[in-house]
């Protein structure tokens, strides 16, 4: 089946359409073969739904917003957590333009070696791959006009022009995320117990086979490159689990950025990318980065933005291996008829809705 238009006028990708496969004759045996050597398994009376068709049946989502708590779980609604950033987005999220922004809280720490104050926490969006630090509720409201607003979506092509300059509220700091990767894993036990049971045993496995490689990052390595992993509150389908989503940088393995064309953009725009910046009178580092109150003036230079999110459910240890192997490193997947449940991909310009 063809891809046809769906949300904004992007294509939507047909069943077996927005990922590769995996193919035996040209990855290996090992694509087919689950790891044998796992440290950890889930718990013997583990029971989830393994009859529904995953595939397509998620609500679309044109950007993402994860906010540090230092936590691993949270109320049932995160939106309604008293005083919290999570609350003041989720009841200023009218203003927010070009599609619904997706809201996670997160276990990342709520401090940084950018943060100045006690009070404040900070948060990753996507798929602009950028760190705000400083973050209030007070400033929610700006921090949507002037950064969220002006950022890239799900459906912005790579080879588009570049979004509007930001306009970054006083005391706030943005910069690009270091990372190439990140894996998010709902961790929300008090929405469904398997996801606080999974989580942390399939961070351990991914973990035992992304340090050999050098690529694991923990909580607060902010070295360039490697995986960021980080628990989020509920995404929706605890029953599938255990959830994870992949953030893939534009420009990895498999993540090749098309040539600008009539239908993309002009031939002589710029990719979304990595930006040097004039701040209050400073030059930035070839990234996004800079303190309010001021805008950002931007030079293009290479991508640096999420070109894939691949949203897999189902996952056990047993798939870590080849999620490392194939899905993180190559954008592949390994069992799409069980365990892909959606996602985009910004150079196919494709979504799942």
Not at 240 to 247: L, R, T
Request: hydrophobic share 35%; proline share 5%.
């Amino acid at each position: 089946m063809a891809a046809i238009k769906g949300l904004f006028g992007r294509l939507k990708a047909a069943d077996g359409e927005l990922f590769t496969k995996t193919d035996p004759a040209i990855d290996g045996e090992d694509c087919t073969h689950d790891c044998g050597t796992c440290s950890v398994h889930l718990p013997n009376k583990w029971s989830i739904d393994e009859a529904d068709q995953l595939y397509g049946h998620i609500k679309g989502f044109n950007r993402h917003i994860i906010v540090a708590t230092g936590k691993t779980d949270w109320i049932r609604d995160v939106g309604a957590i008293k005083g919290s950033v999570m609350e003041a987005i989720d009841s200023n999220s009218s203003s927010i333009n070009n599609g619904r922004l997706m809201l996670s809280a997160s276990n990342m720490p709520t401090d940084s070696s950018h943060t100045t104050s006690e009070d404040s926490t900070r948060c990753i969006l996507l798929p602009a791959f950028l760190f705000i630090d400083n973050v209030t509720p007070s400033a929610v409201p700006d921090l949507i006009s002037g950064v969220i607003n002006s950022t890239s979506t799900n459906v912005t092509s790579l080879t588009a022009p570049s979004p509007n300059n930001l306009s970054i509220p006083e005391g706030l700091t943005v910069r690009a995320c270091p990372h190439d990767y990140l894996i998010l894993l709902c961790s929300h036990k008090t929405r469904d117990a398997r996801c606080g049971q999974s989580a942390p045993l399939i961070r351990k496995e991914l973990e035992r086979h992304l340090r050999p490689l050098g690529l694991l990052r923990d909580l607060h390595d902010e070295r360039p490159g490697g995986v960021g992993i980080y628990f989020i509150s509920h995404v929706g389908g605890h029953k599938y689990s255990a959830n994870m989503m992949i953030y893939r940088k534009a420009g990895t393995k498999g993540l090749e950025i098309p040539e600008p064309t009539a239908e993309t953009g002009d031939a002589g725009a710029q990719p979304v990318g990595v930006e040097k910046t004039e701040t209050n009178g400073g030059v930035g580092n070839g990234h996004v980065e800079g303190q309010g109150n001021g805008s950002a003036k931007k030079e293009k230079e290479v991508i640096d933005e999420a070109g894939q999110c691949i949203w897999l459910a189902r996952i056990k240890p047993e798939d870590c291996e080849n999620i490392v192997r194939y899905t993180i490193l190559q954008g592949k997947v390994v069992k799409p008829e069980s365990q892909l449940r959606g996602g985009f991909d910004r150079c196919k310009q494709l979504a799942s809705w």
